[in-house]
């Protein structure tokens, strides 16, 4: 068995499997034919509770004592499909993740022994999950662990894979309860009245510059595209008191799917992972922006290996934090100096060091960006490497 992490996968052993998903609260298990276009068909390619069964796809519902289950005959799926994405979402209307853990268990269909297990880390405001996918890669399937979430319920993943979802009705007069609740009978989930609460919805660029808070993420994707061209990260920082220098240091670590380590970018290493992540060094000022530090991330010619970095600061000398000022970092489209995103800092802690920020892959190949602010006792980027993969 493998307890896989974001972004890792594993081939499948066998044609016919599995996939539940069990939490502390009941859940609702959907899944989703897609082609080569990460689209649905047609709405006949979502299977969920009420249309559970679909060609090489079925939903299998645990009763209420089990957990509910996609099973997947990849021998029997259409020609043109290529991926099967596995989604969860608490039952409870408006109920997210917070403090709820699902897990999903890949199994053979067959024999009911378990060939993985996923559970998606550090989740939130979330309402829905996409938690796994089985995949085609050169004519051999697999599975991989996704944990991509959702504020705006399963009416945002149908939406996101072209799944027609009704709009609400117009507001009218509340008609009597009936004495009995019948069967759910939608066709789609719907879309929500209202839109999520600042800080939750799933945010991307289309609007022009986003200021993100502490653990808020943007979709690096404008226009339906997702950012792949050259970004500059600038990290700046100002002492919280007249007349005295803060030496800090901007560094950016990458990992792999499985968060391992795979190099880091600093003042003492200026260029890693073949040039695709360069620093630009010590006390460099962007023109007009009070940038002290540049680390620029060419997207499009990162390695396939490399599916997240974090951007971090470090105080060698040994200041704390409670000494630094209006701490930033700001994402520059490097041709043509638009801010896009910028997070800062709004608190303080007596460390000397501090995660900022992370650029993460997502499965569908667009990068996200979300605000950290979590802090370190570190000096350098070496004691920064193992906390930081724990926030990935």
Request: glycine share 12%.
């Amino acid at each position: 068995m493998t307890a896989m992490t974001p972004g890792s996968n594993i081939p499948l052993p066998t044609a016919h499997v599995a996939v539940d998903v069990a939490a502390p609260v009941r859940l609702d298990v959907s899944g989703l034919l897609l082609t080569a276009d990460g689209k649905v068909r047609s709405d006949d390619d979502f299977i969920f509770y009420n249309q559970p069964a679909g060609p090489g796809v079925t939903y299998r519902s645990g009763g209420g004592s089990a957990p509910d289950a996609i099973v997947v005959d990849t021998s029997a799926l259409p020609a043109g499909i290529e991926k099967i994405v596995v989604t969860a979402s608490p039952d409870a209307a408006g109920q997210s993740f917070q403090g709820i853990e699902p897990t999903a268990t890949v199994r053979d269909a067959a024999g009911g022994s378990v060939l993985a297990t996923f559970t998606p880390p550090r989740l939130g405001t979330e309402t829905a999950l996409v938690i796994v996918e089985i995949y085609q890669r050169n004519g051999a399937w697999k599975v991989r662990a996704v944990g991509q979430g959702y504020a705006d319920g399963l009416a945002g993943i149908a939406t996101d894979f072209g799944v027609s979802v009704e709009e609400p009705a117009p507001a009218a007069a509340p008609a009597p309860a009936p004495a009995v609740a019948g069967p759910r009978a939608v066709a789609a989930p719907p879309v929500p009245a209202a839109p999520p609460a600042p800080g939750t919805g799933k945010i991307n660029l289309d609007k022009g510059r986003v200021s993100l808070q502490k653990n808020q993420t943007v979709s690096l994707v404008k226009g339906g595209r997702p950012l792949l061209s050259k970004v500059k990260m600038g990290l700046g920082w100002e002492p919280a008191y007249r007349g005295k220098d803060i030496d800090l240091d901007a560094s950016v670590i990458a990992y792999g799917p499985n968060r391992n380590h795979l190099d880091s970018c600093y003042f003492g290493k200026l260029s890693i992972l073949g040039g695709a992540v360069k620093h630009s060094g010590d006390n460099l000022t962007g023109e007009g922006a009070g940038d002290d530090e540049v680390i620029v991330v060419d997207l499009g010619r990162m390695p396939a290996e490399a599916t997240g970095l974090v951007f971090t600061v470090n105080s060698f000398s040994g200041q704390k934090f409670t000494e630094v000022a209006k701490a930033y970092c700001r994402l520059i489209d490097a041709a043509t100096d638009e801010e896009l995103v910028r997070f800062d800092l709004t608190t303080a802690e007596p460390q000397t060091g501090v995660m900022m920020a992370k650029l993460i892959k997502q499965f569908s190949g667009e990068w996200e960006m979300t605000g950290l602010g979590e802090f370190v006792k570190s000096r350098t980027v070496r004691g920064m490497v193992k906390p930081a993969a724990k926030i990935l």
